[in-house]
């Protein structure tokens, strides 16, 4: 088992350019989770789905971030336009979704925004 | 809302002695389970415990053990024997029977002194 893979695993963009985060979940989780992890605010949810469907998105900061999952293995997260308050550690991680079943964390995307 | 408070925003150990790091919460439910993450410098959020509620034998996995004090709503980790390789951030997380929802504490800085 390969873990959850994220990619890139930094970034460093300029202001108002897009930018694209990418996750494979660990084959066999039904629940992803797209964090958000910065100093002043520690770890957030922006967002997660069940079975590639969005459930509950009240995390994600405003229209600039999307997140797509269009299949079982693959998952996107979005800026557009990228600003520099969206440097952050940007994390996806898989469940099963049973409240015993931990979450797995990929290694995460370091995203700096000059 | 489901709340996880960590007192604790940094802690030192002697390299070989033992370690308490608290975590409480506050939940209204009866069935749900507890986790500590790790999170080294490498920031990997790596799974080091868990606990389920309903169970009242404390979790161990080698040099880590949890208190948990069901009625006061406390979920400590022991770690005995501290290693240079403990020293990251630990963070203390929550999660209902649904497994949808991970609350998160905001994490105590451990540091091993050699």
């Known amino acids: 088992d390969a873990g959850v893979i994220q990619s890139p695993r930094h970034e460093v963009t300029e202001m108002g350019q897009e930018v694209t985060l990418r996750c494979k979940p660990i084959?066999?989780?039904?629940?992803l989770f797209w964090y958000r992890q910065t100093m002043m605010r520690g770890l957030e949810l922006l967002i997660y789905f069940n079975n590639n469907v969005p459930i509950d998105d009240s995390g994600m900061p405003e229209d600039r971030f999307s997140a797509k999952m269009p299949n079982a293995s693959f998952s996107t997260l979005k800026i557009q336009p990228s600003e520099p308050r969206d440097s952050a550690v940007y994390f996806c991680a898989s469940s099963l979704g049973y409240g015993h079943s931990p979450l797995h964390f990929g290694n995460g995307t370091r995203l700096t925004v000059t | 809302a489901q709340t996880v408070t960590q007192s604790q925003p940094e802690m030192s150990v002697q390299e070989a002695e033992t370690v308490t790091l608290s975590c409480t919460y506050d939940t209204s439910e009866s069935d749900y389970y507890l986790f500590w993450y790790k999170q080294p410098p490498s920031r990997q959020m790596i799974l080091v415990i868990r606990?389920?509620?309903?169970?009242?034998q404390n979790a161990t996995e080698n040099r880590f053990s949890v208190n948990f004090q069901k009625a006061a709503k406390s979920f400590s980790l022991k770690i005995s024997d501290s290693q240079l390789g403990d020293a990251a951030m630990y963070f203390c997380a929550y999660s209902e029977d649904t497994g949808n929802q991970f609350y998160f504490g905001t994490g105590t800085s451990l540091t091993v002194i050699p």
């Open positions: 084959s066999g989780h039904d629940y």
């Open positions: 606990q389920e509620a309903y169970k009242q």
